[in-house]
């Protein structure tokens, strides 16, 4: 049986991971650099995909990083995540967990902050860190290459698929300029967030059904690492929802940095959005995470992606193009902008150079609300949350591609011989699950030959 993947990101690495010297012939397509000619600055694309050089922060839980409840019953997912983590766990040598260890102490901090509305979900987290993360990916991309089922093709784009009767029958490529056919059995696409474009244009031409995500958008927040101790010393990553007070909108944090740096994500098109990072051997003083307000557009604008992208677009032009920008929470209260002088003045060192500015004209009123009132609920449980020292990077923007509809094995309902996966297919947004979709994915196929 002849196997295609196209893209190597967490979810086309893993479904290799589980096809090696299986009785399957598999060509693996990546239309970024391999990991030889990858740099730091090629964060979405390239062996690895968009993971590669991230924090390396393995959500072992149900509850964030993905929608595949939407697929399976919780237990079933529970021991994927557990197979998936077995991967990572095995190929980076990380074995400790960061965080889920103190069941008491979690349950506290679960009552402290359900007095104020706020609600927190325990995670066990496995954190690498960018250093052992692309560690796991180097070892991978060795165990691939020596594969001998598996060829290893990068700066290989995948421009089309070819599909007769509703039912894929192979894929078009462009390899080094040259454009090509190739035929398969079963091809899964992995294609993650920078194959967006691609995987809306698949949906139209070939009628793949699909529903909407929401967009989240919202800032990085940054303050002295002591404000949130008491959270992160025993959870390592604080996941909280909120549903605020005049708007009911849901705003959650995402992706805490204990010690870790702010740092500038660039997505297709050179847009650039705030994210941040952590390593396991070098810290700051200070602790950032995002918060991100969550918008489900209904009719009759059903386009969430370019909603996002214009708003971040905004932060930029007004950041001079060239970057994004950072202002102090007393300032955002005051309603002015953040100067350089002020930014100088200011407790917090910012880990990022951004530009001083102001969010009030990026974000409508509806964001800055719910970003303000969370911020003062947060500080009820980490004081100093909302200290006028407290810095906001904006804007960090999630895009979530249109959601593939496929069944629990990750087919596409609409196409015969298609998986969806990962990011791209809009199933998933985090290491973990996106891994867990590969997984299902390769498992199918070895149980359906
Ligand atoms: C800076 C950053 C930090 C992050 N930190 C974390 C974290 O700590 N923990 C966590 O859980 N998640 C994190 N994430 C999210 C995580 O990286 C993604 O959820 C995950 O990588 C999704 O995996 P994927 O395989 O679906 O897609 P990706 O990893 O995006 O991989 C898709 C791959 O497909 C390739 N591709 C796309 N289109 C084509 C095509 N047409 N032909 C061939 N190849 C194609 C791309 O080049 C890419 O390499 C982070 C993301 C970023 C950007």
């Known amino acids: 049986m002849k196997i295609a993947i196209i893209g190597s990101g967490s979810a086309g690495m893993t479904a290799a991971y589980n096809l090696i010297d299986k009785d399957v012939t598999v060509d693996m397509f990546e239309k970024g650099n391999g990991l030889e000619s990858r740099n730091r600055n090629e964060v979405m694309e390239g062996f690895g995909g968009a993971g590669a050089y991230s924090d390396g922060k393995l959500t072992l839980t149900t509850e964030y990083g993905g929608w595949l409840t939407d697929y399976m019953p919780e237990r079933e997912l529970e021991e994927l995540i557990k197979e998936a983590d077995d991967m990572w766990k095995s190929v980076s040598g990380v074995l400790d967990l960061s965080s889920g260890a103190d069941y008491e102490a979690t349950k506290n901090l679960q009552y402290e902050c359900s007095k104020h509305g706020l609600r927190l979900y325990p995670a066990k987290i496995r954190h690498l860190g960018t250093d052992n993360c692309l560690l796991f990916i180097e070892r991978l991309y060795e165990m691939i290459k020596k594969a001998e089922n598996i060829n290893l093709f990068c700066n290989a784009n995948v421009t089309d698929l070819i599909v007769e009767n509703d039912t894929v029958k192979g894929i078009e490529l462009n390899i080094n300029g040259i454009s090509e056919k190739r035929y398969y059995d079963k091809v899964i696409a992995g294609v993650g967030r920078s194959g967006n474009a691609w995987m809306q244009d698949m949906v139209r031409k070939y009628s793949i059904k699909n529903d909407l995500n929401p967009v989240d958008i919202g800032v990085r927040v940054e303050v002295p690492r002591a404000i949130t101790d008491k959270f992160t010393n025993n959870l390592y990553e604080f996941k909280i929802k909120y549903y605020t007070s005049e708007f009911e909108d849901e705003v959650r944090t995402f992706c805490v940095n204990p010690g870790g740096f702010i740092s500038i994500e660039k997505n297709t098109g050179g847009l650039l959005t705030v994210n941040g990072h952590s390593y396991k051997n070098r810290h700051s003083d200070n602790t950032n995470f995002a918060l991100l307000v969550s918008t489900k557009?209904?009719?009759?604008?059903?386009?969430?992606?370019?909603?996002?992208?214009?708003?971040?677009?905004?932060?930029?032009?007004?950041?001079?193009?060239?970057?994004?920008?950072?202002?102090?929470?007393?300032?955002?209260?005051?309603?002015?902008?953040?100067?350089?002088?002020?930014?100088?003045?200011?407790?917090?060192?910012?880990?990022?150079?951004?530009?001083?500015?102001?969010?009030?004209?990026?974000?409508?009123?509806?964001?800055?609300?719910?970003?303000?009132?969370?911020?003062?609920?947060?500080?009820?449980?980490?004081?100093?949350?909302?200290?006028?020292?407290?810095?906001?990077?904006?804007?960090?923007?999630?895009?979530?591609?249109?959601?593939?509809?496929?069944?629990?094995?990750?087919?596409?309902e609409s196409l015969e011989n298609l998986y969806c996966t990962g990011d791209g297919a809009g199933l998933t947004r985090g290491i973990i699950q996106a891994s867990v979709s590969g997984l299902i994915a390769a498992k199918d196929i070895l149980q359906s030959k």
């Open 297 to 412: 557009f209904t009719e009759p604008f059903d386009e969430p992606l370019k909603y996002g992208r214009y708003i971040a677009n905004l932060s930029n032009m007004l950041a001079g193009g060239d970057n994004v920008i950072v202002q102090r929470y007393g300032d955002f209260v005051r309603g002015r902008r953040s100067t350089e002088s002020r930014i100088r003045k200011n407790f917090v060192r910012p880990t990022l150079n951004a530009l001083p500015g102001d969010l009030s004209f990026v974000l409508p009123y509806r964001y800055l609300h719910n970003l303000r009132e969370t911020i003062e609920q947060l500080d009820k449980v980490m004081p100093g949350m909302a200290d006028p020292n407290t810095l906001m990077y904006g804007v960090e923007v999630k895009f979530y591609s249109v959601r593939i509809k496929v069944d629990k094995h990750m087919r596409a």
